[in-house]
């Protein structure tokens, strides 16, 4: 369950990376009580709004890569799962490379329907003291 779990937030951030709504409709639950708050956004309710937030986003993004550290998976009752993590966010604005650190925190709700577990609430918080995690030389 833990890795099924991981794997659903991994595909979250995959989608984020390829800036695709069809792969974000897919991580998502699409229901009313959704809620996602993008750091120094307002609170978007209910998928068509959140999908709306993303769509805006994407067509305004060059390129944004993730390197997700400090993750925490707690799972509450066997249906609903908590993540909490260090967005290391590398985007490119006019040439500019940009780095920035968002807390996040991803709800996950498993769906009986579809068998996998869905998002049901993101928010992001930007961090006013960010410094990018070494890189790892392999």
Not at 26 to 31: E, G, K, R
Not at 63 to 76: E, L
Not at 99 to 125: C, D, M
């Amino acid at each position: 369950m833990l890795k099924d779990i991981e794997n659903a937030n991994a595909k979250f951030y995959e989608a984020f990376e390829n800036l695709s709504i069809t792969m974000m409709e897919s991580v998502w639950s699409h229901n009313d009580n959704c809620i996602c708050i993008h750091p120094g956004w307002e609170m978007f309710v209910g998928w068509i709004a959140i999908r709306e937030s993303w769509a805006t986003i994407f067509a305004n993004t060059e390129n944004i890569k993730f390197t997700i550290t400090n993750s925490k998976t707690r799972i509450y009752q066997e249906v609903i799962a908590v993540i909490t993590c260090l967005e290391n966010i590398e985007m490119f604005r006019n040439e500019a490379k940009i780095q920035l650190g968002v807390v996040a925190t991803n709800i996950f709700e498993y769906n009986n329907n579809q068998k996998k577990w869905l998002i049901v609430h993101h928010h992001g918080s930007p961090l006013s003291n960010y410094f990018p995690p070494p890189l790892v030389q392999i």
